[in-house]
């Protein structure tokens, strides 16, 4: 081996011998299943990790099929977005909220009397929506890097600010999977009464469908669900079209209320609550505004151009669908379906075009696959704020590294288990989901727009252009902290405590995470050398006979020793095994000494374990090294009848300082011939 002058490289060389004295090749080393790229450096070739048993390469197969073959890093730039799938992936979560934001308000305002107000209500919903586009506007400018609500509210109000807006966009995103999803299947049931009884498990089944897509990559999800979005805008502005069309010529058709409101209109009287309450879940209308900024790195550059323009058009797309769906609804006096069997889209929609038509097929199907799809937006961003916390130490290490097709896989599939889970517990159901759902949202929205008028005022600059830019986030934060308060309150008895009550638990989960890897770093004291001329190992093997696993692990434990300190340890129970133990010792003399422990009550684990402690506390400046036998079955049910005691001796050791465990293993062949 030589090394370069620099001493920060090294070159593997190889000194040949020629065929006549003198002659001598010097040659570079090659590494079957390597190329080399650069001095010291290699690059493993696809072959490298291939499986080859037949078990491993079909598991192999049916993973590249469900997902797609792994994708190198060098190739990550090809897999950006650009502005068409952009908005298919982080705007359908806020477009598909116009499919149920307008039934949620007139479901409160109708136990009033009241739907007339149901247009006043959309119209202060599409307001707040437009302070709000135009303040993550500049929040995109400003953090283009991504990571939204959390990165802005970390850098301007502090640590805990931001594990605020962190902990409130996870669970926002977590319940954007389970409302999305038990909307989605909802519209699906509209048209298809007999899947209702099983909309549970159909929902389930979407995640789980979605989970695939996204372990595909971000581009190829992008792709694979563009179609619907796009789908999805062409039916429902064509429909809204048809009904403005039929409202300006005096056309309207006729509609017939479910015979259920009759006895059920009117029933509570009009007061402040129930108008807070309507326009709380009108509100949810506005979750995903702030996805696009979280993951503006995503989109091909300019990236923050971009985002902005996505921006833009999902949150024009909502307020035309939004508003068109209001007005059109309320003039026809549609009433929702207190079963929860039929959408107000679908009623909208059957009522103009005529039921069972292929139009209303064709609304109804694109509704509840934007409404699943809707979901995609949080398995875009709650693997990637994940990552994010992650790399700054508040969540696992795990959930910062990326999968096979550059994606965070443990991300997205925790947030489907999640998603899940919530679903079955709230048997799918939209109108029990809704009130959990809007709290989070605009907490995020408000720690995210003071952060940016603090933000503002740091950069401020001579032209005064920051006083105009802070004035618009603060009127954005006063707007969605107005809209939070009301929202706790309206939605506080009917569920929002939960969440009122799990964002300081998770913020809790959060710092403590953080406080731990912060102890583990600080607490790196090494307790063997780092220096290698400091270390002066002792050795110690166990043995429990001299057969080849033993003597294999005593050569290497010699090999290794300086001035062969190497001790052989034997647990006793057996005075017949340990009569033949001590006679093939003396026959084999490998050089060593042989200590024997008698343990009269049969123990076998203690008594080593003592005596290792003993002759690290006797010799207390030599690194103690036990060197155990391990012998590794060819099946993995072998596994169960062996190495029970070699693994109690790592458990226990692996929590003593300043103790080093080496393993040796003996590998069994798959077919041994057993002489009878």
């Known amino acids: 081996m030589a090394q370069d002058s620099g001493n920060t490289n090294l070159e593997e060389k190889e000194t040949i011998q020629g065929a006549r004295p003198g002659d001598r090749f010097v040659r570079l080393l090659r590494y079957p299943g390597f190329r080399r790229i650069g001095i010291g450096r290699l690059v493993p070739q696809d072959s490298v990790g291939q499986p080859s048993t037949f078990l491993g390469r079909t598991v192999a197969l049916l993973k590249h099929f469900l997902i797609g073959k792994p994708i190198p890093t060098s190739q990550e730039s090809h897999e950006r977005l650009t502005k068409f799938k952009g908005l298919a992936v982080f705007g359908s979560d806020n477009i598909s909220s116009s499919a149920y934001a307008s039934e949620e308000i007139m479901r409160v305002l109708a136990l009033a009397g009241a739907l007339a107000l149901t247009m006043p209500i959309t119209l202060a919903i599409i307001v707040v929506l437009a302070v709000v586009v135009i303040s993550y506007q500049q929040t995109i400018r400003s953090y283009p890097t991504g990571g939204g609500s959390y990165i802005v509210a970390s850098a301007n109000l502090g640590v805990f600010p931001g594990l605020v807006a962190a902990a409130a966009l996870l669970t926002d995103y977590v319940l954007t999977v389970a409302v999305s999803i038990a909307a989605g299947v909802a519209a699906l049931t509209s048209i298809f009464p007999a899947l209702f009884e099983l909309r549970v498990a159909v929902g389930v089944a979407c995640i789980l469908l979605l989970c695939l897509g996204n372990l595909r990559g971000i581009r190829e999800s992008g792709t694979i ?57 009108g509100s949810v209308a506005l979750t995903g505004v702030e996805a696009v900024s979280n993951g503006v790195p995503a989109f091909k550059p300019p990236e923050a151009r971009n985002a902005q323009t996505v921006l833009l058009c999902m949150g024009a797309f909502f307020g035309v669908i939004f508003l068109g769906m209001s007005f059109l609804v309320g003039q026809l006096g549609i009433l929702p379906d207190p079963s929860e069997q039929e959408t107000v889209v679908s009623q909208l929609t059957r009522t103009l075009v005529g039921e069972g038509s292929p139009y209303h097929y064709l609304v109804q199907l694109s509704t509840a696959l934007i409404l699943v799809l809707a979901a995609n937006t949080a398995f875009s961003d ?295």
């Open 225 to 281: 669900f563009a179609g619907p979005t796009y789908v999805y805008l062409f039916s429902i502005l064509g429909l809204l079209a048809y009904g403005l069309w039929l409202y300006a010529t005096g056309n309207l058709p006729q509609y017939t209320a479910p015979p259920e409101w009759l006895s059920l209109a009117g029933s509570e009287p009009l007061s402040l609550l129930v108008l807070l309450r309507a326009f709380s879940s």
């Open 382 to 676: 709650f693997p990637r704020l994940s990552s994010i916390l992650a790399r700054d130490r508040f969540l696992l290490r795990q959930f910062q590294f990326r999968g096979d097709r550059l994606d965070f896989s443990t991300d997205i599939v925790l947030l489907s288990v999640l998603g899940s889970v919530l679903l079955v517990v709230f048997e799918g159901s939209v109108t029990n989901l809704i009130p959990l759902y809007t709290v989070g949202v605009f907490l995020a929205f408000t720690l995210s727009q003071s952060g940016m008028v603090r933000h503002w005022y740091q950069k401020r600059v001579d032209d005064n252009s920051w006083k105009w830019r802070a004035a618009i986030n603060g009127f954005g934060a006063a707007a969605t902290g107005a809209v939070m308060i009301v929202v706790a309150i309206a939605k506080f008895a009917l569920g929002a405590w939960v969440v009122m009550l799990l964002i300081p638990a998770l913020v809790a989960i959060l710092w403590s995470i953080h406080r731990h890897y912060e102890r583990v770093e600080s607490a790196m004291v090494a307790k063997t050398p780092v220096v290698p001329e400091f270390i002066h190992p002792r050795v110690i093997v166990p043995i429990a006979n001299l057969g080849v696993p033993a003597r294999q692990a005593i050569a290497f434990a010699r090999a290794i020793a300086v001035d062969n300190r190497v001790t052989a340890v034997h647990v006793s129970d057996d005075p017949v095994a340990l009569l033949r133990l001590q006679h093939a010792w003396e026959e084999w003399q490998p050089g060593i000494q042989l200590v024997v422990i008698e343990s009269p009550y049969r123990m076998l684990s203690e008594p080593l374990l003592a005596y290792v402690e003993a002759v690290r506390e006797t010799h207390p400046n030599d690194t103690i090294t036990v060197v155990l036998p391990e012998l590794v079955p060819s099946r993995w049910w072998e596994h169960l009848l062996h190495n029970q005691t070699a693994l109690r001796i790592k458990a226990t050791l692996l929590f003593k300082p300043g103790i080093v465990v080496v393993n040796v293993p003996y590998h069994l062949a798959r077919s041994v011939s057993v002489k009878r």
